[in-house]
């Protein structure tokens, strides 16, 4: 065997160095399977006795605790292969094909690179020439069966782990509100505060039907939402911090708040250069156990949750705000149908010259983006009806109903205090425990006692300002809750209309009472629009509501408009004559100002000329035709006109200019150039003549 090895190692090795390759795949295996790393390092013996000196055998152990089954992120693996490719390496020493390379493509590419700069491979067993035959199968064989083994052995362990949760007996991090009790069973977070944060969170979507309306309350509320911290040696810790949307919208997703045990969610997609998780349909979860352990909703609401969440989602990528109360006009926002499609109208708006143009729209039925809307409709004569009928039909049974807000108001503000109130109280226990760690520290330790009582008092600080805080917050909702909620509630059971007319009721309050008395509005429309209104409890009533006139009919509506419009033209442009007509009280067909855009589809529509028109039409001439006309370049006849000897006419925004026709008027150009006396200047027809002679004598 040795005769064997010496043959293989030339002179050409020898002037080389050698190179020991040292790897452990995790930072378990270097403590406790120290043997193996004193096997590695001794191969630096097996090298010293191959022929090569002990101060040229180079030890790379820059990868220990990485796994060999990729190349990525193992720098002693590319300084290696650096070594070979620039000619240094006589030997790569490991002590077998895994700790090189797991991955059979990066240890043949190894083997080619080897063969190509005519470096040696030993292991334990012996040395190999990759340039050799047999070597090479042998080592081909080598890696091939590490391969095998890192796939046998990660099949293994998954298998158990996916064995185990069929079961539901797989131990998995927890969300925020659950915890693994000593029995090692899932039960409620037994903090009381963290309990009541993730109960509001999904109280408040039941009632917003938004993730973002619930982060929006949580902000204007001041709330705060726990969260887990990962700390040394396995503790964990859980801080109070601001929640996002993208937070609240995790949670909602979660089915483990359901009670339900689930595998298999998401799965990871390992590339090159990236790592990528990737989550999986319902229909492609591996485990899905039901009612497996304590949960803060039901799985059917879970569900319900999980089809509010898509629907929003979907209405987003549309490039619409999702359903929900939100904080816009429209009394029947997430109410109103479609007659023609059946699909659910949307509540839109835009500004206009200040103002809030506010509609519903119908975008389901065109699947050609270039096609118009399917369906829209004003939204302020659809409410003023809608409200009108409620006040019309509404009995002592809806007015119970709407005093259910505020009961639910009372409520909601109850949960908030208690929040409070829990922060406070642990904000004090922590100052109390800084506290009795100031008193028992001992005197001579000033250093100590000095940073122990800046503590102390950066904790009394904090539970004094948070103290201040909940008082002003105490005394507002208070106050919220007697004079917005409690004196307009109370008319209410006296003047319903009273109380839906007051002007200091918010739309959303609107809005939420409508939905306790109906359930949907199907709306159709004709030359009137009809509005099939459906109660709750299931009785139906139809109401007809007049079709404002579509924009082909303003000009038959408004003659005198169109008449003023006539004259303006006459002397301005349409933004001058858009301001004149404003100024003068004309309204369009919507009763809204006049913009330029409108006046210019009115004037169109009513086949009026525009200003430009008009003077072209009394012979005014434009820049080109008066510098044919007076024999002049075009950059001259424009200095004529700047310095005022041309008349001119500005029309259309002040940018075009056209020249007044000269009517006989003689052009005299003058002498000496412009500084000269006799400058160039506009003779009128009646002196032409006589100017004329005057030339010729």
């Known amino acids: 065997m040795f005769t064997e090895i010496h043959r293989k190692v030339s002179a050409e090795h020898l002037r080389r160095d050698a190179f020991l390759y040292v790897r452990q795949s995790t930072a378990r295996q270097i403590l406790k399977n120290a043997e193996s790393t004193k096997r590695q390092y001794a191969l630096r013996d097996r090298a010293v006795a191959l022929g090569w000196p002990i101060e040229r055998v180079h030890i790379i152990d820059h990868d220990q605790g990485r796994s060999g089954a990729r190349a990525e992120s193992r720098d002693g693996f590319e300084?290696?292969?650096?070594?070979?490719?620039?000619g240094r390496a006589g030997i790569l020493l490991g002590?077998?094909?895994?700790?090189?390379?797991?991955?059979?493509?990066?240890?043949?590419?190894?083997l080619e690179l080897c063969a190509l700069y005519g470096c040696l491979v030993g292991d334990e067993d012996g040395v190999y020439d990759p340039t050799d035959f047999n070597d090479r199968l042998l080592m081909g064989l080598k890696g091939t069966i590490s391969s095998a083994e890192l796939h046998m052995l990660t099949a293994r362990l998954v298998g158990g782990q996916r064995n185990k949760a069929r079961r539901g007996a797989l131990e998995v991090p927890l969300p925020i509100g659950l915890v693994y009790n000593a029995a090692g069973a899932v039960t409620l977070d037994p903090d009381p505060r963290v309990q009541a944060s993730v109960r509001l969170i999904f109280d408040t979507f039941r009632q917003m039907r938004s993730a973002h309306a619930v982060q929006d309350r949580f902000r204007r509320e001041g709330l705060e939402f726990p969260r887990r911290i990962r700390g040394g040696a396995g503790k964990r810790r859980v801080i109070f911090a601001p929640v996002d949307a993208a937070r609240i919208a995790q949670i909602?997703?979660?089915?483990?708040?359901?009670?339900?045990?689930?595998?298999?969610?998401?799965?990871?997609?390992?590339?090159?250069?990236?790592?990528?998780?990737?989550?999986s349909a319902r229909e492609h979860w591996q485990v899905l156990i039901k009612n497996a352990h304590p949960g803060y909703i039901s799985w059917d609401e879970f569900e319900s949750n999980e089809q509010t969440l898509r629907n929003n989602l979907t209405e987003f990528h549309r490039g619409r705000p999702p359903r929900g109360l939100r904080k816009q006009e429209g009394l029947l926002q997430g109410r109103?149908?479609?007659?023609?499609?059946?699909?659910?109208?949307?509540?839109?708006?835009?500004?206009?010259?200040?103002?809030?143009?506010h509609y519903y729209t119908c975008q389901e039925s065109p699947a050609d983006l270039r096609?118009?809307?399917?369906?829209?409709?004003?939204?302020?004569?659809?409410?003023?009806?809608?409200?009108?009928?409620?006040l019309q039909t509404v009995t002592s049974t809806a007015i119970h109903s709407a005093l259910s807000v505020h009961d639910e108001l009372t409520r909601r503000l109850e949960k908030i205090h208690a929040q409070h109130r829990r922060a406070l109280e642990q904000l004090r226990h922590r100052a109390e425990i800084k506290r009795r760690r100031f008193v028992n520290c001992d005197p001579d330790h000033r250093l100590v006692a000095d940073a122990l009582e800046a503590d102390w008092n950066e904790a009394l600080r904090q539970l004094d300002a948070l103290q201040q805080e909940h008082g002003?917050?105490?005394?507002?909702?208070?106050?919220?809750?007697?004079?917005?909620?409690?004196?307009?509630l109370s008319r209410l059971t006296?003047?319903?209309?009273?109380?839906?007319?007051?002007?200091?009721?918010?739309?959303?309050?609107?809005?939420?009472?409508?939905a306790l008395l109906i359930e949907d509005v199907t709306v159709i429309q004709g030359d009137t629009v009809t509005l099939n209104v459906r109660f709750r409890g299931g009785r139906i009533t139809s109401l007809s509501v007049r079709r404002p006139p579509p924009p082909q009919r303003a000009s038959k509506v408004f003659?005198?408009?169109?008449?003023?419009?006539?004259?303006?033209?006459?002397?301005?442009?349409?933004?001058e004559a858009t301001a004149c007509l404003n100024a003068l009280g004309y309204r369009s067909w919507l009763g809204h100002p006049f913009t330029t855009n409108r006046v210019v589809t009115l004037r169109r529509r009513a086949g009026l000329k525009s200003q430009f028109e008009r003077l072209r039409a009394r012979g005014f001439l434009t820049a080109q035709e008066m510098a044919r006309e007076l024999g002049l370049c075009f950059a001259h006849t424009l200095r004529l006109a700047h310095t005022g000897v041309l008349p001119t006419q500005r029309c259309g925004k002040a940018q075009r200019v056209l020249f007044a026709p000269l009517n006989g008027a003689v052009f005299i150009r003058g002498h000496g150039g412009y500084n000269a006396s006799t400058p160039p200047r506009l003779i009128p027809a009646a002196q032409s003549s006589q100017v004329t002679k005057t030339v010729r004598r």
């Open 371 to 390: 096609r118009p809307p399917c369906r829209w409709i004003a939204a302020p004569e659809i409410d003023a009806a809608l409200g009108t009928l409620l």
């Open 472 to 488: 002003h917050q105490l005394e507002a909702d208070q106050l919220r809750l007697d004079e917005e909620s409690r004196t307009p």
């Open 79 to 86: 300084k290696l292969v650096s070594e070979v490719v620039l």
């Open 336 to 357: 109103i149908l479609c007659g023609l499609c059946g699909t659910r109208m949307q509540s839109r708006f835009e500004w206009r010259d200040g103002q809030r143009i």
């Open 95 to 110: 002590l077998e094909v895994s700790r090189l390379a797991r991955n059979d493509a990066d240890w043949q590419r190894l």
């Open 252 to 279: 909602l997703h979660n089915p483990r708040y359901a009670g339900a045990f689930v595998y298999g969610r998401s799965r990871v997609i390992q590339t090159t250069n990236s790592r990528r998780v990737l989550t």
């Open 559 to 575: 003659p005198e408009a169109i008449k003023e419009l006539d004259r303006l033209l006459e002397s301005h442009s349409d933004s």
């Open 494 to 514: 006296r003047d319903f209309p009273l109380a839906w007319n007051d002007p200091c009721t918010a739309p959303q309050e609107r809005t939420r009472m409508l």
